[in-house]
């Protein structure tokens, strides 16, 4: 601990003497300073021991010594050290009940003890205490390292939490919590995500300090991650300011954090391009082969259903089934979270699978993003959830600040599926996809496409362009005036060809539809005894008058 002045009481070569403050000896002395200014405030900054012969000062003025004494202790002078026998041959008594009455510690310095040998008593007792702070430091980052090659992160936290004596936890990306010590401290680091959050949207690196939840302590928060986002955050909670010790256990433990998560970044970087192989088996029809290379990593989601998501963040082109042969180049960089829609759903999932223990493959491919998840799991609904914000978001005014078009997000689920069937999984995802867009969706599931109707699929320009081909003869018909040759082909599909009730919802007679019918077929070219003449020219109606 640094020096005291009851510490300079007792150094026997110092002589000193209390005479006033005794009950206030145990303050750290910052330094030792020699001023005979009659103002020497401003020079002051707060722990000093000053030291005076009261060469400038009328020490025996009851009133003077009153405001004196005063404002030193308002500067923050923690000690005032009296020469006797130079200017007085004892400190007055004005300047002792000043001190009384201020709670000032007034030492009497002997006329053979120098300043300089108090300067050097309180200099070396620093410089011993910051080598003390050193080596404990440097003993605390032999521990750390220590627990963390032995225990791993979990060890880590519990060597740091003694070295500090408080409590320390880890967040991941997503800014839950991944581990804490003691255990108590779950709790206290569970509340503080609001905080993890903030911190988490600055640039690496990056601390704060909070009051801890309910003001139960001190808690410093420190980014792990040399990334443009961090990859996780350090929480340690103590009761009082950290020590120089203490501090460098801390900046140890970040260090080491790091040194982990950065490593942690290379074996995703090499999980991401097994995960690729693994994915290519399985589009190719290879499920035995996908489950060797896979091994424990993928194993488990292998052995259950899944399914299959694709997402893409812009307008890109449609792959094939076969574009499995394009997975070779993957994007394993994880800094480009940002505005990134890909990035932030798979943060989002990865997140989720950590929390709950589920396996997931993830393949990033350029503007799209191709993942295997648990059938009804944690990561599913996670995805569900994300891709229902980025709705709720583009619904109103925030649209604009989503960057528009180019920054939107579309995704595509397939139902569930087996190792063997995932080439199939993956044309449905596509379907879903495809619908997404067409509909104006974030999130589609492949059973959500035969719950609804198909006209809404006919908005597609092609097929609106072959309607509006298909039916023109019969438009420029009835713009003649000659006839109403649509309105009556639409009320016979509707009616399955029933001429009576076709007839009756036009109000004319049967024979007139039937003519009209006949020159329906005249002008087309087409039979209508066709079905497949009849399917299309309802769906071409149905596509006009969806416009």
Known sequence: MPPTLASLVHHSALKLTVRAGEDRLDVPVRWAHVSELADPVPYMEGGELLLITALKLDAEDPEAMRRYVKRLVGAGVVGLGFAVGVNYEEIPKALIDAAEQEGLPLLEVPRRTPFLAISKAVSAAIAADQYRAVTAGFAAQRELTRQALAEGPEGLLAALAGQVDGWAALYDASGAVVATAPEWAGR????????????????????????????????????????????????????????????????????????????SRSLRAAEQRIGVAVLRMLLAGEPDHARAVAGDLYGGLLDAPFRMIVAESAPAVRMSVDSHAHLETVRTGTDAVGADPLAALAEAAESAAARAGEALLVVPDGERLMALAADEGAVLAACADFAAGLEAARTGAAREQLGGDEDELVVGVSAPVGPIAVAAAYKQAEQALSVARRRGRVYVAHEQLASGSVVPLLADDAVKAFADGLLRPLYEHDATGRGDLVASLRAWLSRHGQWDAAAADLGVHRHTLRYRMRRVEEILGRSLDDPDVRMELWLALKATSAE
């Open 188 to 263: 206290r680091a569970a509340r503080l995500t609001a905080d993890v959050e903030r911190l988490r949207e600055r640039p690496a690196p990056a601390s704060s300090v909070v009051g801890g939840p309910d003001n139960e302590d001190r808690v410093e928060l420190h980014s792990l991650g040399t990334g443009r986002r961090p990859r996780a955050a350090l929480a340690v909670g103590t009761a009082s300011a950290l020590g120089t010790a203490e501090r460098y256990a801390v900046h140890s433990a970040i260090a080491l954090l790091t040194l982990t998560t950065e490593r």
